[in-house]
């Protein structure tokens, strides 16, 4: 039998043909892989992107309070120093070993009460013989007074005793205001400081011995700019508010205005007198003074801690309630608001603009916040809200 010659197989071809199925079907696979993970991820994306839809951040919780008006007395605000009306360091006038030391640091003394007492022996010497010249020196002038008077002595030696008796009392006062100036006194009612010397100690003159300060009453000097000055009149009341202060202040009068105002920083300079009876006031405390002026001014004040500081514009959170529009129900949320501030006063600040009467803001947890944010108000516990706070408020 006769082959065709075309007809001819190859054994290769049914090797070819399994390769080429082979990869159709990991092709296929391949695909139905990728499909299948597009497929799940897609349907991550979806249920995801439902749970994201469905959650909702829970409400922060706040305090409030409502912008209300109220009414702050006039006052010019200023910071102060305590001068003492009395004041000095009492030094040594003469140099000399301490005897005795007749006071203890930190006590009350009188006007004349011995301090310290330096040596005197030597003075005392001088003096015992002085007092004998001085009493011959009297003797005999009361003696040639007699012979002048009777015409026997010549008025020259009559002037001469004369003059050696004011030369004797004269040493004699002499002495004793060397003793008296080594006897050192109080010279003024006060408050001793801490001593600074030791007895038998040698002082030189001018060494510093103990601060002395009168308490009651005390000067209190501060500054006001120059636009102050029709404002402030003597006998006008201040209140001082030392550091520690309790808020009630210790009040006082304006007894001197300088007569002229500093070039520098055109303020003038201001004093005033303050009963210091408990001694609340001490010499070189920094005080706090507010020059009480007439009538009332009427503010919108806010608590401090309602407001967000920023270098650009200060800002508070206003608090206002709407239906939720999930559920229906109303539901209170935050809203950021620019405000512009006045004067503080305690716990509150004066809000010139941004805010209306009646309007609600937070006043606590306000860094947690963000506009639009839902909030839940809890005011069982709420800030400070005084003009003039006490110690255990703040």
């Not at 305090?63 to 009414?71: E, Y």
Request: hydrophobic share 40%; with cysteine; net charge neutral.
């Amino acid at each position: 039998m006769k082959t065709h010659p075309n007809s001819t197989e190859h054994p290769t071809c049914g090797q070819g043909g399994g390769a080429i199925q082979k990869w159709i079907i990991a092709i296929v696979v391949v695909v139905v892989l990728v499909g299948g993970l597009a497929g799940i991820k897609k349907w991550q994306f979806a249920e995801g992107a439902k749970q994201q839809e469905a959650f909702v951040m829970p409400p922060e919780a706040i305090t409030t309070t409502v912008v209300a008006a109220q009414k702050w007395p006039m006052v010019l605000a200023a910071v102060g120093t305590v001068k003492p009306v009395n004041g000095l360091v009492i030094s040594a006038d003469l140099p000399g070993n301490v005897a005795t030391i007749s006071f203890d640091s930190g006590a009350k003394v009188k006007k004349g009460d011995l301090l310290v007492q330096q040596d005197v022996s030597e003075e005392q010497a001088l003096l015992r013989g002085a007092e004998a010249a001085k009493r011959l020196a009297e003797l005999n002038l009361q003696r040639f007074k007699g012979l002048l008077d009777k015409r026997v002595a010549a008025q020259s030696d009559y002037d001469q005793s004369a003059a050696e008796y004011i030369k004797s009392d004269a040493r004699s006062q002499e002495i004793r205001a060397l003793i008296e100036k080594k006897t050192i006194r109080a010279p003024f009612d006060g408050v001793a400081g801490i001593r600074k010397v030791n007895a038998g100690q040698y002082l030189q003159a001018g060494d510093k011995i103990v601060p002395l300060q009168s308490m009651s009453p005390v000067y209190v000097n501060f500054s006001l700019p120059q636009h102050d000055l029709p404002l402030v009149t003597p006998g006008g009341t201040v209140r001082v508010l030392p550091s520690e202060s309790d808020g009630a202040g210790i009040e006082g009068k304006v007894t001197a205005i300088d007569s002229v105002v500093e070039e520098t920083t055109r303020n003038f300079l201001v004093q005033a007198t303050v009963e210091n009876t408990d001694a609340r006031l001490r010499p070189g405390m920094f005080v706090r003074v507010e020059v009480v002026l007439p009538g009332d001014r009427n503010v919108l004040a806010i608590p401090s801690t309602a407001i967000s500081y920023a270098p650009y514009m200060d800002s508070v959170y206003v608090v206002t309630e709407s239906p939720d529009p999930k559920t229906g129900k109303p539901a209170a949320s935050v809203s950021k608001r620019p405000v512009r501030l006045g004067e503080a006063r305690g716990d509150l600040v004066e809000v010139l603009s941004g805010l209306k009467a009646g309007e609600v803001v937070a006043t606590s947890g306000i860094f947690k916040l963000r506009p639009g944010a839902a909030v839940q108000v809890d005011n069982a516990i709420l800030p400070g809200e005084s003009t003039s706070p006490k110690n255990e408020d703040r």
